[in-house]
């Protein structure tokens, strides 16, 4: 996702939503004119995780063929930073 926010660079931050509902931002980051990186940030969610947004989650996991200890997976999604819309984008 963070490559995808990537590749049409423009002057302001661009967000995105992947398939898990997990946000990335990206800054354009200038020297002057010249367009040098970008600020990412991310991997937070904008609302709270539910059984079933996991359950859709690991089936696409399972689907694309990837090998996960989905006992990890559930402890780390469970876990992962939730903000506010609103706390997002400040």
Request: glycine share 6%.
């Amino acid at each position: 996702m963070q490559q995808k926010i990537t590749e049409s660079p423009g002057t302001a931050a661009k967000s995105v939503t992947c398939f898990a509902g997990l946000c990335d931002t990206a800054v354009p980051v200038k020297a002057g004119e010249k367009l040098i990186g970008y600020l990412q940030t991310g991997q937070v969610l904008l609302k709270q995780p539910t059984k079933r947004q996991f359950a859709r989650t690991t089936k696409q996991l399972l689907e694309w063929g990837l090998k996960v200890d989905l006992k990890q997976l559930e402890e780390a999604y469970f876990h992962t930073r939730v903000l506010t819309p609103k706390q997002y984008n400040s």
